[in-house]
């Protein structure tokens, strides 16, 4: 429970929540089976806010463990053409970080582990305290930086953990040992482990360097160590969760509420089905990746 009564002479709130972690319980459940878990990504907003609740609970309801709700960006560094796209037409729609509370609790309700993925911009702008507030009474789970690394995410670490929540942070192929224990000695739920340096987006092969990257991180100390960007195919998700504790998909998802021109949303009872579809195909291979 945070502790609401004390502060520091500026009025910051003191208190550790000694809150379970729900994606560290998630990951405890799925090694007990000795199976990986599915995390699926969706910006909130796209095609339109109604829209997106649909969808992020159409992925619960068909094999995503947990989802990682993005939040549209107009300057985003890490995101590829169509997680791009998708964002673009969320902001073009109205899309606003107040709605992004609703989608949680919409995945919370559905049954999976709701996850926010943000650039720090956003959530420096909209408080950092009133966001980690908010999202707590929402039934968030934990936070997904894209671009905040530990040295500089003092005020987060604090806030996360008045309020009882994960953070995570990134490694790729590329980071040092030093750094690798940084990350793993800070991150609360999992390490979210790039496959290879570069954008979001579907990949034909994904190559070596992941694996060898989970074990480097494990090494440094992370318990939970989950792989995104690259996977798109059921085969790739097994081939990924054969060694890691989750399998991170997005653009394959995003892709499927696009029409074939890659810039507008496809109808959305058509893209739904499609989600659906993907999401079954998905599932099947990440959580029999060990069978």
């Not at 609790?105 to 507030?133: D, K």
């Not at 790039?194 to 318990?223: I, N, Q, W």
Request: aromatic share 6%.
């Amino acid at each position: 429970m945070t502790n609401e009564t004390a502060s520091t002479p500026s009025g910051q709130p003191l208190g550790i929540s000694h809150k379970p972690s729900a994606t560290e319980a998630m990951f405890t459940a799925f090694k007990a089976e000795d199976k990986p878990a599915f995390i699926g990504y969706l910006p909130y907003g796209f095609p339109n806010p109604e829209t997106s609740l649909d969808a992020l609970r159409t992925m619960v309801e068909h094999g995503v463990d947990a989802v990682e709700i993005g939040l549209p960006y107009s300057d985003p560094i890490m995101d590829g053409p169509v997680i791009q796209a998708a964002s673009q037409i969320a902001l073009r729609n109205g899309e606003r970080i107040n709605g992004v509370f609703k989608a949680v609790e919409t995945v919370a309700n559905a049954g999976g582990v709701p996850l926010v993925m943000s650039y720090w911009n956003l959530i420096f702008h909209y408080g950092v305290e009133r966001f980690a507030r908010d999202f707590e009474n929402a039934g968030g789970a934990g936070l997904i930086t894209a671009d905040l690394i530990p040295d500089e995410a003092g005020e987060w670490i604090e806030a996360s953990d008045r309020h009882g929540l994960d953070r995570i942070f990134l490694v790729s192929p590329d980071s040092s040992d030093e750094r690798l224990r940084l990350v793993a000695r800070n991150a609360r739920g999992f390490v979210y482990a790039a496959s290879r340096m570069g954008v979001t987006g579907e990949r034909d092969t994904l190559g070596t360097s992941p694996e060898t990257l989970v074990e480097r991180t494990r090494k440094a100390g992370a318990t939970n160590v989950c792989v995104g960007i690259g996977v798109s195919t059921a085969a790739q998700g097994a081939q990924v969760g054969r060694y890691a504790d989750g399998v991170i998909v997005g653009s394959a998802l995003v892709h499927t509420l696009l029409n074939d021109d890659n810039r507008t949303a496809r109808d959305a009872a058509e893209g739904l089905a499609l989600l659906a579809a993907k999401t079954d195909e998905l599932a099947e291979g990440i959580h029999n990746a060990r069978r």
